[in-house]
């Protein structure tokens, strides 16, 4: 069964490269631009990955990730952030956060990190 894959990122950029990367490796992926496009999708169906960026218009990552969580708490969150201060990687303790990267991330880095969270939520 081919995983669903959620990018929720208001940098379009992102959102265009992850999501092509990811069709190229057989998942199928979704995309959202705010937190609020994001839970409309997790309405619809759930997810087997979220990959988030933590500075989102209106609600922020944590709290989409907390939300995503709530919903469904075997749904493994990715973090993501361009800005890493102390403060970044305190939230990124938060339980509700399985890993987190900083932007800009090495692609294959990046997929390596999605393959062994997906893999962990496929078992």
């Not at 990367?21 to 997790?42: G, H, I, Q, R």
């Not at 979220?50 to 493994?76: C, K, M, S």
């Amino acid at each position: 069964m081919t995983q669903r894959i959620l990018i929720v990122d208001d940098e379009l950029g992102i959102c265009h490269v992850l999501r092509s990367v990811l069709l190229s490796e057989a998942y199928y992926v979704e995309t959202a631009m705010s937190a609020k496009e994001a839970l409309a999708k997790l309405a619809v169906a759930p997810f087997d990955l979220a990959i988030v960026d933590l500075y989102l218009p209106g609600i922020n990552g944590l709290q989409l990730a907390e939300a995503i969580r709530f919903l469904d708490p075997h749904t493994p969150v990715i973090l993501m952030t361009a800005y890493g201060t102390q403060s970044f990687e305190a939230m990124a303790c938060h339980p509700a956060i399985t890993a987190y990267v900083h932007k800009p991330f090495d692609l294959d880095v990046m997929l390596a990190l999605i393959r062994r969270t997906a893999l962990r939520q496929a078992n």
